[in-house]
């Protein structure tokens, strides 16, 4: 089992840069896949991008490419999330999530596919 712990987020302005860390307690991320994922009032928690076990291989979903990208420290069993360019509707609690990986390149983009997740942490974007 493993235990995710969010942290990073702010309130920031439209066009800032900002970036997600997510740890990992008592024991290595190094089997697992990991996601980021958020959500916002009232909507389902949507994907953001994942990374797999190895870190060779990412997924991004498109409303975020080309401006977030996410990364692992095996060494340091966390797990980044480089936001920028941020825009108001980037706005939402952004979640850190894992799961053991059946291979070395796979990642997972559906909420069902995770098993472990932070409590969140709070992104908030002015215009």
């Known amino acids: 089992q493993v235990q995710l712990v969010e942290s990073g987020g702010e309130l920031v302005q439209a066009g800032d840069s900002l970036r997600l860390s997510c740890a990992a307690s008592r024991r290595t991320l190094s089997p697992y896949a990991m996601g980021w994922f958020r959500q916002t009032p009232g909507k389902e928690r949507e994907f953001v991008t994942a990374i797999s076990r190895s870190g060779d291989s990412t997924v991004t979903a498109d409303y975020v490419k080309g401006r977030f990208t996410i990364s692992r420290d095996a060494t340091k069993r966390t797990v980044y999330l480089q936001m920028n360019s941020l825009k108001p509707e980037d706005t939402a609690v952004y979640y850190c999530?894992?799961?053991?990986?059946?291979?070395?390149?796979?990642?997972?983009?559906?909420?069902?596919?995770?098993?472990?997740w932070g409590r969140g942490t709070q992104v908030t974007v002015s215009s």
């Open positions: 999530a894992a799961r053991v990986s059946t291979g070395d390149d796979y990642t997972y983009t559906r909420r069902s596919e995770y098993g472990y």
